[in-house]
């Protein structure tokens, strides 16, 4: 008969020990070999669990027996618990190949075609996934456990830390904590500090700045995703839970199950904080995807100059008139705000004439970013006096690194204790390094480079876009102006210096502005033109 062998093991650790697949495959050999039975294939699968069919070598093998004209008559295995611990998806299993032709057959527990073997074959699969729950159990409540007395379960700890061996107690078995890696938990710091600073216009361009500067997810690069999954999770200022969601469907469990374990913090509380203050104010469901989409020019940004409240659109004789109106005055009543309604085109008109002939001015805009540098000028000595630090740290790290290699050439055995000292020395160089290249980003003013022509050039470029172009008008407007306030015939406007010059900063590049893509969310807490 030709046949092939499937052998499997449950974790990976049992994997790595090289124990039990090769004690499997010699039996299942041996066995074949006293039956005049002929091996086709070999399948092996180490580090999967049998409860479930997710497995790839498993799936394949299924696949390659239903064929046809399968390539082989049986599949053999060492007991019924490699093929499965689950009594009805065994059973479902071994009808499927059995429609094709294929048997499935255990060398340690043998059972026949006959009423007999179909009892015998059914008693071992019930206690097969008896046994199996019951290991699922102690083992669960063993986790549980390890992870109250502060103990890390898992072989992947969270990006930004490392597993630090630890005695394991009376047994004497190793176990693990968590503590914070230093080159990763650099890059952390990292994102969370250029996120809350708001020197990028969002998650995908920090993303795309760690990705550049090479400072990837252990070997994987950021997206948006990644990054905003990492300011949200609280695990980084130090609460992290086990067992806060089932391992199989992902589902969160009740909070009473969920298990807190010590943890380091790699961020305080206040700049998580202000992080996640971030995140609610910019998330799409608040309101910035409709204000930005909305085909009215001023959506977001009018508020009513009597009771502050926001400004939306309304309509009057039947739809054919459109205007401006306070929000309260729609929804209370009439009375709740003196304020008046304004006719939309008519303002719309006044807002881009006013933007292009009296703010957006070569003398207006070049005096909006001298403030703009002076601001920057403020903490320019603190970011040089943080870079001259860093520079002399770096140079006395490379001096004690070079000692270390000097003491190895004298003689000094290269022990594991010095592999670890040096280790330390490289993870605190690129830290620093990494620090190196922010500061020095945060140093390079653009504005000094700024000449009066290329202001005079981005000022044609933004009055045309303004003017003529009435799609990319809304999205200048929702970047550039914070907000506009009506008091009677009198509208006052503001707006972001960070966010002008970032736009001067472009067109000194050669980007052409009616061409480039405008972000959608605004910058707040920064110095703003009137």
Request: with cysteine; hydrophobic share 35%; aromatic share 8%.
């Amino acid at each position: 008969m030709i046949v092939a062998l499937y052998a499997r093991v449950s974790t990976t650790k049992q994997a790595d020990m090289n124990l039990s697949i090769p004690d499997q495959l010699k039996q299942m050999r041996a066995w074949c070999a006293e039956n005049g039975h002929f091996i086709a294939r070999e399948f092996v699968e180490p580090g999967a669990s049998a409860t479930d069919d997710k497995r790839p070598v498993f799936a394949e093998m299924i696949d390659e027996a239903c064929q046809k004209k399968p390539p082989y008559e049986a599949i053999i295995v060492h007991s019924f618990s490699r093929f499965f611990r689950n009594a009805l998806e065994s059973s479902f299993y071994e009808l499927k190949l059995k429609k094709a032709g294929v048997a499935v057959v255990s060398t340690t527990q043998p059972s026949g075609d006959d009423d007999s073997g179909f009892l015998s074959r059914g008693f071992y699969k019930i206690l097969d996934e008896f046994f199996s729950r019951e290991n699922s159990k102690h083992t669960s409540r063993g986790m549980k456990e390890n992870a109250r007395q502060g103990y890390f379960n898992g072989s992947h700890p969270l990006f930004g830390y490392r597993k630090k061996p630890v005695d394991g107690g009376a047994k004497n078995r190793q176990k693990h904590v968590l503590e914070p890696d230093p080159v990763e938990a650099a890059i952390i710091r990292k994102i969370f500090e250029s996120y809350t600073s708001g020197r990028f216009g969002g998650i995908k361009e920090i993303a795309s700045f760690f990705n550049s500067k090479n400072m990837l997810r252990r070997g994987a690069k950021w997206s948006g995703q990644t990054i905003l999954h990492t300011l949200s999770n609280k695990a980084y200022q130090g609460e992290y839970f086990f067992n806060k969601r089932h391992g199989k469907t992902g589902k969160l469990r009740p909070e009473s199950e969920w298990i807190k374990v010590a943890l380091e913090p790699i961020i305080d509380a206040e700049m998580f904080q202000k992080a996640e203050k971030l995140r609610q104010k910019r998330a799409p469901k608040v309101s910035v995807p409709r204000i930005v989409n909305s085909p009215t020019l001023l959506t977001g940004l009018l508020r009513c100059g009597s009771c502050g409240s926001p400004m939306t659109t309304s309509t009057g004789k039947y739809g054919k008139y459109r205007y401006y109106k306070c929000t309260r005055k729609i929804h209370e009543n009439s009375k709740a705000c003196d304020s008046s309604a304004v006719q939309m085109e008519k303002l719309d008109n006044l807002i881009l004439d006013a933007l292009s002939e009296r703010v957006f001015t070569p003398e207006r805009v070049k005096d909006i970013l001298t403030e703009q540098k002076k601001n920057s000028q403020k903490s320019a000595g603190k970011v040089s006096g943080a870079l001259q630090h860093l520079k002399n740290e770096l140079k006395k790290l490379d001096e004690a690194k070079n000692r270390l290699y000097e003491a190895v050439e004298a003689g000094l055995p290269f022990d594991n204790s010095l592999r670890e000292r040096v280790r330390f020395h490289d993870n605190r160089r690129q830290e620093m390094l990494s620090e190196m290249a922010i500061l020095r980003q945060k140093s390079d003013m653009p504005l000094s480079k700024i000449t009066t022509s290329e202001i005079t050039a981005f000022c044609a470029a933004i009055r045309k876009c303004l003017l003529d172009i009435k799609s990319f008008a809304k999205s200048y407007l929702q970047l550039l102006v914070d907000e506009i306030r009506i008091e009677g015939n009198t509208a006052i406007m503001c707006g972001s210096n960070a966010a002008l010059e970032g736009l001067v900063a472009k067109k000194k590049l050669g980007t052409s502005l009616d061409m480039c893509e405008v972000p959608s969310f605004k910058r707040r807490g920064e110095p703003c033109w009137d």
